[in-house]
């Protein structure tokens, strides 16, 4: 089962910032989170990652609390493109399979 | 930037028939593996793949799976006697060696 718990769907207006949570509560010391989106049937695709500092990249940031207990995934200007189900995984660094829970819908509104 | 393919993108096969699905890993990545994910569910795993040999698989991956890279690039996955409940999209993804791997367009495999 996915350690990771996250609200089914969330509606944002495009041009505004999306705030994806995700709660991790049993997250061990070595684990990353890592996000990943599923654009209507493709491929799954990565987004970003990180251990306990803030991450960002061209794509979007990552805000991970003190206690590694729970996430936010920020896109900052949401597109209509950007209407996927979002994935919140956590594991080790190296060689591990992904274990996939359900996401969460975010649908990009005009 | 280099991708994972996948071929053929839809397969439609006879119950009972063999199916290969095919995968092209990036050149220089390690690990491999195979995802399914059916109409409306979740992704899952089915198998990892590292150094020409099955590294974990899940209880899905019975006998009826198998899995081969037989030329250094290609990466096959083979249902030797398709069911129904085998009707999903089948992802091929592969890792240098880090848990963040990148996927293919998948296969939808539908067994009439």
């Known amino acids: 089962d996915a350690k990771t718990t996250q609200p089914p769907s969330m509606d944002c207006a495009e041009g505004r910032a999306a705030n994806l949570p995700c709660n991790h509560s049993t997250i061990s010391g070595n684990e990353y989170v890592y996000w990943y989106r599923q654009i209507h049937s493709q491929g799954p695709q990565y987004i970003i990652h990180g251990l306990k500092n803030n991450e960002t990249n061209e794509m979007a940031s990552l805000i991970i609390t003190e206690d590694r207990k729970s996430s936010t995934l920020i896109l900052p200007h949401a597109t209509l493109r950007d209407t996927a189900v979002y994935y919140c995984i956590v594991g080790p660094e190296y060689g591990n399979k992904l274990v996939f829970g359900a996401g969460t819908i975010l649908r990009v509104k005009s | 930037e280099p991708e994972v393919t996948q071929t053929p993108s839809h397969q439609v096969t006879q119950m009972g028939q063999e199916v290969i699905l095919r995968c092209v890993p990036i050149?220089?990545?390690?690990?491999f593996y195979w995802y399914r994910q059916i109409l409306g569910q979740k992704v899952e795993f089915l198998v990892s793949?590292?150094?020409?040999?099955?590294?974990?698989k899940s209880e899905i991956f019975d006998d009826q799976f198998s899995v081969e890279r037989p030329d250094g690039s290609n990466f096959t996955l083979k249902i030797r006697s398709t069911k129904l409940e085998d009707s999903a999209m089948y992802f091929c993804a592969s890792t240098i060696g880090v848990t963040l791997c990148q996927f293919g367009p998948g296969t939808r495999l539908t067994v009439l």
């Open positions: 793949f590292y150094n020409n040999e099955i590294s974990e």
């Open positions: 050149s220089n990545h390690l690990y």
